[in-house]
């Protein structure tokens, strides 16, 4: 095996091992083709662990962000934020997981979402934040799926405007996420 492609499967590893950490054995696990979006397979494929951050502190919660554009997580542009949880009494449904988003966001924060697609177990939707801190995206595509034991998060962000062809790379990737 090449050194390259030991870097990238060991990236790789923990955005894998989200679903599998977050449940049992039998768990549904969210996979996507991160292919259809060039930019973030050349993240992935550079073999820099700078641009890959994992956060499994709390196995309710599970977070993972690769860097598309930037240095690190702690100076990126652009970015996929992948999230597990596990479902509770009050976030059992994707819209759940939209309207959690909007409560929590800082005071004077806008938010402006619009519905790109929803069926009974996903959700998609765009959100642009205006007069937030500048550490916030302000575009922010996102995919929510709801299986009967986890609920996950894709949710692709830009500090600015995304072009034209950005939102349609984006989206495609989202639309390929499904449940295993």
């Known amino acids: ?15 894998v091992a989200i679903a599998a950490s977050a449940t049992p054995a039998s ?14 397979k050349a993240a992935l494929d550079s073999g820099n662990g700078e ?3 994992y956060d499994g502190g709390n196995p309710k919660y599970l977070y ?8 690190s997580y702690s100076r990126w542009t652009e970015g996929l934020e992948i999230v597990t949880r596990l479902p509770a009494r ?17 005071r004077g924060c806008a938010a402006e979402v619009t519905v790109l697609s929803e069926d009974a177990s996903s959700l998609t939707f765009e959100r642009r934040l205006s007069h937030c801190p500048a550490s916030m995206a302000q575009s922010g595509l996102y995919r929510v799926v709801a299986g009967s034991r986890s609920l996950f998060l894709l949710g692709a962000l830009y500090k600015g405007e995304m072009t ?7 989206l495609a990737l989202l639309a390929s996420a499904n449940l295993n």
């Not at 768990?27 to 973030?40: G, K, N, Q």
């Open 27 to 40: 768990a549904e696990r969210l996979s996507f083709d991160h292919r259809l979006y060039p930019p973030l």
């Open 64 to 71: 993972n962000f690769i860097v598309v554009q930037g240095t």
């Open 51 to 53: 641009l890959v951050h």
């Open 164 to 170: 034209a062809d950005m939102r349609s790379g984006w």
């Open 1 to 15: 095996m090449s050194t390259g492609l030991r870097t990238h499967l060991a990236i790789v590893a923990p955005i």
């Open 90 to 106: 009050n976030m059992t449904a994707p819209r759940d997981w939209l309207a959690e988003m909007q409560a929590k966001l800082p």
